[in-house]
Every structure is written in structure tokens, then in C-alpha cells.
């Protein structure tokens, strides 16, 4: 069975940096690119980046590029996502998901999504 699940998330200060997690379960990531994305509350999702671990590759929306980092552990079958310099605006729930090998940031591309951590940036 095909699992995401995401995990780091919580309430924190602003200029504080998160690492996110997310677990994949039923596949291994060398076949796969894995998406992160978010949605914001009365706001439509948010393409963040993604990356395919087989070779590393990473693609991030010009949006997040800088702060935002991907990483992966292929031992643990899980990815990463590094958020630095954290802002009030990135308060939402962050997902991972699953689509080809490929560069993409369209959703309906993604066959498996996560059910989301909750990001909140907040004094």
C-alpha cells in the first residue's frame, strides 16, 4: 500500500527554520519524483518544488527558491524539506506527493498525496 506521510511541522517564531519530513511506504523513491506543496487557508495550492532522488535533481518554484532546500535519504525512503528564515506568509498545511520521474509542480500530475503538516509561523 502507498503511504506519504508528513511529519515537522508546529507552531513557531518567525526567523526560526523547520525541517519537514516526509516518509514514503509501499514504493521505493529511486523510481519516483516526490513534490512538496502547500495550501494556505482560502488559498489555492502552492507548488513548492520537488525532487527525484534517483539522481538528486531538484526544482524549486522561483516563490521559495533561497530559503526552501530538498533533500532525501533513500536508507530511510524518506525526503525533506528545509525551511529557513520562516515568515507569517508561510503559515499552511504542507504536503508531499508522488508523480514520475520528471520535474513538475502540477497537482494533478501527483498520484499520492500526503495528509499534510500543519505549518504555523506566529509570534
Known amino acids: 500500500q502507498v503511504q506519504l506521510v508528513e511529519s515537522g511541522g508546529g507552531l513557531v517564531q518567525p526567523g526560526r527554520s523547520l525541517r519537514l519530513s516526509c516518509v514514503a511506504s509501499g514504493f521505493t523513491l529511486d523510481y519516483y519524483t516526490i513534490g512538496w506543496f502547500r495550501q494556505a487557508p482560502g488559498k489555492e495550492r502552492e507548488g513548492l518544488g520537488c525532487?527525484?532522488?534517483?539522481?538528486?535533481?531538484?526544482y524549486y518554484a522561483d516563490s521559495v527558491k533561497g530559503r526552501f532546500t530538498m533533500s532525501s535519504d533513500n536508507v530511510k525512503n524518506t525526503v525533506y524539506l528545509q525551511i529557513n528564515s520562516l515568515k507569517p506568509e508561510d503559515t499552511a498545511v504542507y504536503y508531499c506527493?508522488?508523480?514520475?520521474?520528471?520535474?513538475?509542480?502540477?497537482?494533478?500530475?501527483?498520484?499520492?498525496w500526503g495528509q499534510g503538516t500543519q505549518v504555523t509561523v506566529s509570534s
Open positions: 525532487i527525484s532522488t534517483n539522481d538528486g535533481r531538484t
Open positions: 506527493a508522488r508523480t514520475r520521474l520528471g520535474h513538475s509542480l502540477t497537482s494533478a500530475e501527483y498520484d499520492y
